[in-house]
């Protein structure tokens, strides 16, 4: 996510890879213990008004760090950087993977973890297009040091309402590039989620030299007056601790939010992993549980069955049923967040939980909550 940002999934999914050998012990990061949910108030517009804090048990981190210690435990020899696929090719045994240096490979199993323009995806299901959702993540990455109320948001995730009532802001401290934890070394990652409609997009996705992007602008590529725009309009909306986060961070970027479900994982000695599959919205942290769920996934179907196209029919199924609830929680999550979300302004803590009960299930095997504190 752009400059290696940050991201957060449910500590037992991290506690699993650390156990897995998949990362170290030591692996740099944080645990964000609650939710709390925030409006700006007239009563209250520093720090805003808190009616509920949902009791969270979710690791955050710095998507560098994941990439280095996956990458580390990858021998040279395995691995090749610097030439893309660009097609595929179905045989009786395998697949012959075309690469952009004009040369070919032939592998008996072909997996494509290329995220959510995935190439794998759209060999196998050229009709399972990326839905538009009519919202962005606008996002950035603060140095703690830089701060200026160095308090917010400590180990806490807060869920920040605007004040019309459509779309939230999420922001929480992580590691810094350099794996750091010390207070005042670490980085505050915000994403903000903003209405965007799909007439504006044209005139919107372009970027500071008059490219029109698709699907990301990348960091210090948005127009300054773009860039300013939004910075004005959130310090309006946040309340004021929260919107100096937004105002004093540089090189912001954008990322419009899809989703896109497909109908296997797997066909004719392909199969897709992480976001090269069903792609559900980021706010279900499912990111790092959906690729070590597929991966742990595929190599237990294959020590259970002798047939190589046994096994990975019997891994699709499963990983389609496990890819739909992360989309029904996405869509549940989307109306709360984006949408319908609760008047916070005028809701005490029996109201707000009594919402969010009522508004998000959790699938039976995926939570961020921290269940033994509900």
């Known amino acids: 996510m752009g400059r290696g940002g940050g991201i957060g999934t449910p500590l037992p999914v991290l506690e699993s890879l650390i156990a897995a050998d998949l990362l170290d012990p030591g692996f740099p990061h944080l645990v964000s213990t ?15 008004h808190v009616p509920w804090e949902m009791p969270l048990s979710i690791a955050v981190f710095h998507w560098s760090a994941l990439w280095n210690e996956l990458r ?15 097609g595929g090719t179905t045989l009786d045994d395998g697949v012959r993977l075309e690469l952009d240096d004009g040369t070919s490979e032939e592998v008996d199993l072909a997996i494509f973890a290329d995220g959510y323009r995935s190439l794998g995806r759209s060999l196998l299901f050229p009709d399972a297009t990326l839905d538009y959702r009519g919202y962005m993540l606008w996002r950035g990455l603060l140095p ?66 008059g490219t029109r992007r698709t699907g990301t602008i990348p960091p210090g590529e948005m127009r300054p007056e773009r860039e300013a725009d939004l910075k004005e309009s959130m310090a309006a909306a946040l309340p004021e601790d929260y919107g100096a986060i937004v105002t004093d961070t540089t090189q912001t970027y954008v990322q419009l939010i899809y989703t896109s479900r497909v109908p296997s994982y797997g066909r004719d000695r392909m199969c897709l992993v992480g976001d090269a ?25 294959m020590e259970e069955h002798a047939d190589l196209d046994d096994a990975l029919s019997a891994w699709s199924e499963e990983q389609v ?13 989307e109306r709360a967040f984006i949408w319908n979300g609760l008047d916070l ?25 921290d269940e033994s504190a509900v």
């Open 34 to 48: 609650s939710m709390p949910f925030i409006i700006r108030t007239e009563d209250e517009p520093e720090r805003g």
């Open 72 to 86: 580390r435990r990858v021998p040279d020899e395995s691995y090749r950087g610097g030439c893309g696929v660009k």
């Open 144 to 209: 703690e040091a830089r701060m200026r109320d160095p308090g917010v948001p400590g180990s806490t995730m807060p869920r920040l309402s605007y004040r019309d009532g459509r779309g939230n802001m999420v922001a929480y401290l992580v590691p810094d590039e350099n794996g750091s934890t010390e207070p005042g070394r670490r980085l505050v990652n915000w994403a903000a989620y903003i209405p965007l409609p799909p007439d504006e997009l044209d005139g919107f996705m372009v970027d500071r030299s």
């Open 277 to 301: 599959g069903s792609v559900a919205q980021p706010f279900t942290g499912s990111g790092v549980f959906k690729g070590q769920a597929n991966t742990a996934g595929l190599i237990r179907a």
């Open 321 to 333: 049923a496990t890819a739909d609830r992360l989309l029904a929680l996405g869509e549940q999550m």
């Open 345 to 369: 302004a005028h809701a005490d803590a029996a109201a707000t939980e009594r919402w969010w009960r009522k508004a998000v299930t959790f699938p039976e095997d995926f939570t961020y909550e």
